[in-house]
């Protein structure tokens, strides 16, 4: 596998899942309720072992997984992605005990989590959150508020980020492994323009327990960055899947769809509009692939290239959902429609995980101190002298 190509038998896995999520998983997508956690769908998600492969897969596999799903059902992409967004810090940083009690659940589809990190003042600036974790004899109690949450409120546990440390950013804060059960903990669900079971939840003075402690106290900003430099490359791939659904359908329709006496694709225009789009995707899934090979392969830079990969993902498959709504023309607009369904589903991925303004931040601040690194070291390299000619004792040139 290189960074650029895909073998035989990961491409027929795509195809595989593809067909898979359009055949089994849409309809009972379709089944449920907009908003809502749609259990028989995770359950199918379980059923099929997805997301027990999920869990098992390094970035490359997870990107291919979302990328083939949301080809197929977005809905299905987003209920696996938004299961393993609030688990994965259980199997990365929990212990044992941590990850017998909730693990096997959430692989079987049985057990929904959630992914608490936003606030309603900290979003973009996750350090700056301020759900306090206040000392207790036993532990500590949360109290705050927590929106824009995967899952909430009918999740059977968070991951919940809080802060420990009053003054310390991102060094202050914790993370904890919440039940849904506890006292104190309720919720809202948020009506969004793509019905994604999202909300928020409120603490008022929930308990908890070193046992919940995921990591360790005041390292908690380390386990959220290494759950979203994982599935960041993958939302890239996420925004992918979508755009290769839109671009499908646009090829279908121009090429039996006729205007002034001749398919829609001999029009000069519209074919070279099609042709973009297909350049723009294929670029895009391969700067995904390459980040999320990355990722796997340990190399250096992967923030950079994770928002590099998410940026250039979500901002082209907004352009080629754009641009297929206006070749379909009206009818792309009817309620129920596959375009009108990328069209609100497309918008999410450029805000949530760092809005394409963060990823911009973030790219800048990796290049501008890779440069500086490089200047230290040239200022510290001794300049050699040139050798000299044995046979002149003259420096040589």
């Given at each position: 596998?290189?960074?650029?190509?895909?073998?035989?038998?990961?491409?027929?896995?795509?195809?595989?899942?593809?067909?898979?999520?359009?055949?089994?998983?849409?309809?009972?997508a379709?089944?449920?309720?907009?908003?809502?956690?749609?259990?028989?769908?995770?359950?199918?998600?379980?059923?099929?072992?997805?997301?027990?492969?999920?869990?098992?897969?390094?970035?490359?596999?997870?990107?291919l997984?979302?990328?083939?799903?949301?080809?197929?059902?977005?809905?299905?992409?987003t209920?696996?992605?938004?299961?393993?967004?609030?688990?994965?810090?259980?199997?990365?940083?929990?212990?044992?005990?941590?990850?017998?009690?909730?693990?096997?659940?959430?692989?079987?589809?049985?057990?929904?989590?959630?992914?608490?990190?936003?606030?309603?003042?900290?979003?973009?600036?996750?350090?700056?959150?301020s759900?306090?974790?206040?000392?207790?004899?036993?532990?500590?109690?949360?109290?705050?508020?927590?929106c824009?949450?995967?899952?909430?409120?009918?999740?059977?546990?968070?991951?919940?980020?809080?802060?420990?440390?009053?003054?310390?950013?991102?060094?202050g804060?914790?993370?904890?492994?919440?039940?849904?059960?506890?006292?104190?903990?309720?919720?809202q669900?948020?009506?969004?323009?793509?019905?994604?079971p999202?909300?928020?939840?409120e603490?008022?003075?929930?308990?908890?327990?070193?046992?919940?402690?995921?990591?360790?106290?005041?390292?908690?900003?380390?386990?959220?960055?290494d759950t979203?430099?994982l599935?960041?490359?993958?939302?890239?791939?996420?925004a992918v899947g979508?755009?290769?659904?839109?671009?499908?359908?646009?090829?279908?329709?121009?090429?039996?769809?006729?205007?002034?006496?001749?398919?829609?694709?001999?029009?000069?225009?519209?074919?070279?509009?099609?042709?973009?789009?297909?350049?723009?995707?294929?670029?895009?899934?391969?700067?995904?692939?390459?980040?999320?090979?990355?990722?796997d392969?340990?190399?250096?830079?992967?923030?950079?290239?994770?928002?590099?990969?998410?940026?250039?993902?979500?901002?082209?498959?907004?352009?080629?959902?754009?641009?297929?709504?206006?070749?379909?023309g009206a009818?792309?607009?009817?309620r129920?429609?596959?375009?009108?369904h990328?069209?609100?589903?497309?918008?999410?991925?450029?805000?949530?995980?760092?809005?394409?303004?963060?990823?911009?931040?973030?790219?800048?601040?990796?290049?501008?101190?890779?440069?500086?690194?490089?200047?230290?070291?040239?200022?510290?390299?001794?300049?050699?002298?040139?050798a000299?000619d044995?046979?002149?004792q003259?420096?040589?040139?």
């Open positions: 596998m290189t960074a650029f190509s895909l073998e035989p038998e990961q491409t027929a896995w795509c195809e595989e899942l593809r067909t898979l999520a359009e055949e089994r998983l849409r309809p009972l379709e089944k449920g309720e907009p908003g809502r956690v749609n259990r028989p769908l995770l359950a199918a998600l379980g059923e099929l072992g997805l997301l027990d492969r999920m869990f098992g897969s390094g970035a490359l596999e997870l990107c997984l979302r990328e083939s799903l949301a080809r197929g059902c977005t809905e299905a992409e209920a696996l992605a938004l299961q393993g967004l609030g688990t994965t810090p259980v199997v990365r940083a929990g212990t044992p005990a941590q990850r017998e009690r909730w693990l096997p659940g959430v692989r079987a589809g049985r057990t929904v989590a959630a992914f608490a990190l936003s606030e309603p003042g900290a979003g973009s600036d996750a350090g700056a959150l759900l306090a974790a206040e000392p207790t004899p036993g532990g500590w109690r949360l109290t705050g508020e927590k824009w949450i995967s899952n909430a409120p009918e999740a059977d546990f968070a991951t919940v980020f809080a802060r420990t440390t009053p003054g310390a950013g991102s060094r804060i914790t993370a904890f492994l919440v039940p849904a059960d506890r006292p104190g903990l309720t919720g669900p948020l009506d969004m323009l793509s019905p994604h999202i909300g928020t939840l603490f008022d003075g929930v308990p908890v327990t070193a046992d919940d402690v995921l990591g360790e106290p005041d390292r908690g900003f380390r386990v959220a960055m979203l430099n599935f960041r490359p993958s939302v890239g791939a996420f979508m755009a290769r659904a839109a671009l499908d359908a646009t090829v279908a329709h121009t090429a039996r769809r006729t205007a002034f006496g001749a398919p829609l694709s001999d029009l000069q225009a519209v074919s070279h509009q099609v042709a973009e789009m297909a350049t723009r995707t294929e670029a895009a899934r391969l700067l995904v692939f390459a980040a999320a090979a990355a990722y392969a340990g190399e250096s830079g992967v923030p950079r290239r994770a928002a590099m990969a998410k940026l250039y993902a979500t901002e082209t498959a907004q352009y080629v959902v754009d641009t297929a709504v206006q070749l379909h009818r792309a607009l009817r129920g429609h596959l375009l009108e990328l069209y609100r589903e497309v918008r999410a991925p450029r805000i949530y995980e760092g809005a394409s303004e963060v990823q911009r931040a973030i790219i800048a601040k990796e290049l501008y101190a890779t440069a500086a690194a490089r200047q230290a070291e040239a200022r510290q390299t001794p300049v050699q002298e040139p000299a044995p046979r002149t003259e420096p040589t040139v």
